[in-house]
């Protein structure tokens, strides 16, 4: 069911464009805690780096669809990066699952990952800045990045980009290792 409602936020994303991001991400953020129940410790992991994340970085985000809640966080990069950061880990064990891979060595699965999370990340940023229209007024006269020829910001805000999905990777698997040892 997750993988459904991810799939119909990027089509609909295509089809209204950047009018429809807050509200499905809204509303794809509501759907994923009142109904994934298995994943609730992935997502509220998600959405506490992706707060901590766009508080830091309040100033370097002002798009023409999204607000500050509070001048304290952007709406948009929060959800965005909470979502991103959960479907990037969701998807990529879907695929392990569909592909019979669930028991690799942790240190094949990280590396794995993070290629699999650094592409998604480049297209998905490609994606939505050349067909969709996000575009980040505040990094707009930054260069693009020449592999992908979108995200437009200092190297140091791609390099974070970039280690998000990692540091949610190990993170996470320790948060569910955790969990899974208490109720041993």
Known sequence: MTLIF????????????????????FFLTLFLFMYDKYH??????SFGISLVWTI?????????????????????PF????????????????ILDILNFRSLHFRLEFL???????SLLLFGEWLFYHYVGVQ?????????LAICNCFHGPIAMAGIYMMMG????????????YSHKDKA
Do not use: H
Not at 9 to 25: A, C, D, E, M, R
Not at 40 to 45: A, D, E, V
Not at 136 to 144: D, E, G
């Open 56 to 76: 830091f970085s309040v100033d370097i985000y002002n798009y023409s669809f999204s607000f500050k809640v509070f001048e304290l966080f952007d709406i948009f």
């Open 40 to 45: 609730k410790k992935s997502l509220f992991l």
């Open 79 to 94: 959800l965005s990066f909470g979502i991103g950061l959960y479907a990037s880990y969701y998807i990529f064990y879907r």
């Open 136 to 144: 980040n007024l505040a990094t707009v006269t930054y260069p693009p």
């Open 112 to 118: 794995i990952y993070c290629i699999f999370y650094v």
């Open 6 to 25: 991810l799939i119909l936020f990027v089509l609909g994303s295509f089809i209204f464009k950047t009018q429809f991001l807050i509200f499905s991400l």
């Open 166 to 177: 990692p540091l949610f990777f190990i993170l996470n698997t320790n948060l569910l290792a």
